[in-house]
């Protein structure tokens, strides 16, 4: 069992991650309705970035099932798609307190494209543990396509939310329910083993 | 084992969560004693929080131990959960800072009623894994009734706020009382396998 | 091995206690030596206290390693030494600011001083679990003399910190001494199974 | 399996040391394409940590691999090399708001210096496990030579930073690029048994 402690050590990363973001939650000085209401926006993007993280973690989970050692390359993949999910309490503050703004959609937009390619790198390791077996193969085929999908889509995202940040917004809501669904099928026994 | 690593997962948020709440105890900066006092009502916030989630903790750790498999219904009723259990910090530390203001009191009861209902949900994903099993199926209904009784109360402690704080503070208090003691026979030797 | 979620919580628990204590070490505004030397006296309550976790957790891990079963005793008194641990960050920081203030110094030897008393209710609570081993009973007579021992000092620590913090550091150091030393024979292989 | 929970509770301190380090990203107030900028030293110096924290963790994944058992010793060499990696947050933050200050770049390399000295207490309580197996000592003394090689090039960093802090950058940039890659061979299938 060599990729256990990998397992453990990027839940407790993760884990740590989807819950500092809610210390970005300031809060509000008063109780008044309207300093509640006025932390809506970075209530919006905490809820967003837990589906997002929440989404990476149930694919990291299939992922890591599959993968059959601990090599440097798995170690190395797995911790540069750590690095760039750290960055997204980060991104969601910063885009809470601007959610109007470009650059700060942007950027949002422009990390989580990094973990997209970052899955695509650990992908990529763990395919190469089983290169001989034809089922898996076509496994990583499809999941890959998924993948390439979303990261098409997030890079999209960037320059588009500067003619409208809106249509980013709607991209990152999109990719996350179209990530969702079929996340059913391939749990369903059998589909993944 | 393959509910194993949502255990740990969610051991490792649950954690987070239990322990950044201490981090809203802001450290007073002289050494009176009347500053020491005035954060009694964040103390007693974080008190009441702590017992809180730690109760969800032991209805987690008993819960998930009777799931069979992890299937996308438990991974998403668990994410569910785990989100609305991220909030306690943040209604913490907002009660605490205002704990004779009804809003701030009626969201907290909010929160804890989102989190009963996240255990409903969760609670019914694991049920259908072992719907062939009367015994556990008569073990779920019995749970299930104290899960809707704790939801009740916490619904009702959101417009009793606006009435009277005190009242919402009694029935936190109670529902917190009402689990620890019948988790106590939950517990007991044999009447859950 | 129905006691392997609580020692994954609490390892959770404590790894984030131990960790963001480092928190509460402000970074200073200028790099002049004066400013760097200003935050000594927080360096040092932060190696005391990550010291005294440290060996809270050591004993923690043998004294779970005996526990046979979770029945609800454990889980609640683990949960109660919990609480009491994650008070020591605030009581860190506090004593940092304020090391010559014996209202601080009283304070963080009180918070140690709940901690010595839950880890002898814990402590009960497995010596339960085998009272028809007579080396296990002797084992525990043996290390519950050590807790309150320790227990006894904590609560000199607070009324004597009035008098003279000096007398109250020694204890602290004294103690974590005393239990460092110890515990070095108990690992020994052969004298705790 | 007695080497089980050091494990665990050392991924659990790790996994918050490395993601607590973002939280010192301070988020600009406003979204000025200078303001962001203004960050790219902390953001620089958090990749840097980020990096080593995870070189450290992989060595230390490594490491506990060979350990045989849970003895005292171990226990104290590791828990001393997670004090010195709790450092690292706290002198990410400040060379990262100080990278031209020779102090702040010194007490970075002094910090990285102390977790190399920790890192072969730790290499040497291991070692003691197998002295009677010629393959191991052999593999012990060979990771040991790389160890010192690194302690010996912080050291140096600590002094040369009054000189000129960019000799320092190159050195902890060296020295992660020297550790990163021989990793990739000891990781290799058969080399660590």
């Given at each position: 069992m060599p990729t256990n402690r990998?397992?453990?050590?990027?839940d407790g990363v993760i884990a740590v991650i989807i819950t500092i973001m809610v210390l970005e939650l300031k809060v509000p000085r008063?109780?008044?309705?309207?300093?509640?209401?006025?932390?809506?926006p970075q209530f919006l993007a905490?809820?967003?970035?837990?589906?997002v993280v929440a989404i990476m973690w149930v694919n990291h989970h299939h992922l890591l099932h599959a993968?059959?050692?601990?090599?440097?390359?798995?170690?190395?993949?797995?911790n540069n798609l750590l690095f760039w999910m750290s960055m997204v309490p980060f991104v969601t503050?910063?885009?809470?307190?601007?959610?109007?703004?470009?650059?700060?959609?942007?950027?949002?937009?422009?990390?989580l494209f990094c973990c997209g390619m970052a899955f695509s790198f650990l992908r990529a390791a763990i395919a190469s543990h089983h290169r001989d077996n034809a089922e898996m193969v076509d496994y990583h085929r499809r999941t890959q396509s998924k993948n390439i999908f979303s990261i098409a889509l997030y890079a999209a995202s960037v320059p588009l939310a500067f003619w409208n940040v809106w249509i980013s917004f709607c991209i990152f809501g999109f990719v996350a329910l179209s990530y969702f669904?079929?996340?059913?099928?391939?749990?369903?026994?059998?589909?993944?083993n």
């Open positions: 990998i397992e453990a050590f990027s008063d109780t008044t309705l309207t300093s509640l209401l006025s932390i809506l905490y809820l967003l970035s837990f589906v993968a059959r050692r601990a090599d440097a390359r798995l170690l190395w993949t797995n503050a910063y885009m809470g307190n601007n959610y109007r703004d470009a650059r700060a959609v942007a950027l949002y937009g422009a990390v669904l079929p996340e059913r099928k391939l749990a369903e026994p059998g589909s993944h």
